[in-house]
């Protein structure tokens, strides 16, 4: 089994809204859970009550596409609204996402970081600043990790930020998107995605649902082909509609079918007629 | 600020709808996330996608009523379906709770466990092993968090089990509630609380929203008195209604308002109007 570390801030986190898009279920993505494995349900992470999509699950996806015989698990340690100064590497977010990730690698091979941030520290000239401290705490996770040269995956921040809502005070996003180029390029095995043409939530802050599956293709892209995904991809929309057309699997199934039922939406009489029909 | 760990399977985890009962919120109950505080919100645990109401948040808001300057912070890590030999100071579960409560515990000051397990080891026999082995979890806790007479409050099983749904297997629960009245009862600080009277979801297996709510007064009420709860108290529904009338916060306000507006309930004109109107 192999796996994948989650950092950074909201749109790291996921806040899409869960009823914009198709679901995403897979029997070999799976989410860690009190340092164990269980089968994935968005939303993955559980930093807020408002946490939804992010990028994480249609990257999943798209690595599953290309590694039908192996499971993926996501450890997800984002922290809604986290600046970068609270991942240095005596802070909290940044032991508690190493304590999570040696959990996690005590059953899978950790194989890549999904890392983004940056709205936090987009005003008051943060940005003189943020490129040394973002290369320090990938340097420090490589490190602690015993992987010095684990992929990263780096997405930008979106072009919507600094115009209204919650995004408003995020009017330097183009300074600091210019220190995480400049950082990517200066780091081996470190890779771009950018989030050109990604939608807001109505807060003006968080991508969308859509945008968020949109964008996990690209990080994927960008970690499958060790490279930098300078703009929008032009086959989004097509590997999305690949992985919602995936046919459900007997245990995806049983699955679903058990959390109806737990969730009160067919009695046991239902429950039973349909388990043995999935299982015969 | 003080600090309870939750630990056990489902039912501790919460498995109540939380569409069945009023919403609690209250800024200073907090919950882990990431190793640090925020406030609380249902589901306070995200073990599994049905995770809802446990007994944690009455017990806390009850808490909360006799303690009003003071912070409390609840730190989740029950696992639904976990058997107590999962349980074992070897196994995942019992080394990530500790870590856990160990990030906690850098900022607070854990006074205690709430604890619910037992229908996965209902069956089979398995009682003859059993206050063994809850003794062992509980003396490994205790000892390696450093407070040997940290209070433990253990709730029984609910005599709903053995009977329909996903609690059908869960025929000896009988007696497993002997085995766990022995250890309590042999163990100093360690309290029991009754299960009786308490409904189960139409899945036979767990507690519902609105039983939940009163399990945690009883909770409550055994950790604040020192004392056994051998049966149902008279007064559990009182006490929620007092608990849900507390007139929420300005703080509480903001936090709810502003969950409103990431959630696209309202447009960031409404947003500012409304958060005016609670701050000026």
């Known amino acids: 089994m192999k796996s994948i570390l989650l950092i950074g801030q909201s749109n790291m986190a996921g806040r899409g809204y869960l009823s914009e898009v198709p679901a995403i279920y897979n029997e070999n993505i799976e989410m860690l859970r009190n340092g164990r494995w269980q089968m994935m349900a968005e939303p993955i992470h559980s930093d807020r009550e408002v946490a939804g999509v992010g990028p994480a699950a249609s990257f999943a996806a798209a690595w599953s596409q290309d590694h039908l015989a192996e499971k993926l698990g996501l450890i997800p340690c984002a922290e809604g609204g986290s600046s970068i100064d609270e991942w240095a590497s005596d802070q909290v977010l940044s032991r508690h996402a190493l304590s999570e990730a040696k959990f996690a690698m005590e059953s899978s091979e950790l194989i890549g970081i999904l890392w983004h941030q940056g709205e936090t520290d987009s005003l008051n000239g943060r940005y003189k600043e943020y490129a040394e401290k973002l290369k320090a705490v990938f340097e420090h996770f490589r490190q602690e990790l015993g992987l010095p040269e684990l992929p990263i995956i780096v997405g930008t921040l ?35 995605v950018s989030a050109e043409n990604l939608t807001a939530n109505p807060d003006g802050i968080h991508i969308n649902g859509e945008s968020q599956r949109q964008f996990g293709i690209r990080y994927y892209e960008a970690f499958a082909k060790k490279t ?16 919602y057309g995936r046919a459900t699997t007997k245990n995806e199934k049983i699955y679903l079918l058990s959390r109806d039922f737990a969730l009160g939406k067919l009695d046991y009489q239902k429950f039973i007629e349909k388990f043995t029909e999935i299982t015969k």
């Open 158 to 192: 979106p072009t919507f930020l600094g115009k209204t809502g919650f995004g408003l005070s995020a009017v330097e996003f183009e300074e600091i998107n210019q220190e995480i180029e400049r950082v990517v390029s200066e780091l081996e095995n470190c890779y771009l």
């Open 228 to 243: 930098d995904i300078p703009t929008a991809l032009g086959n989004e929309d097509e590997q999305l509609s690949k992985i």
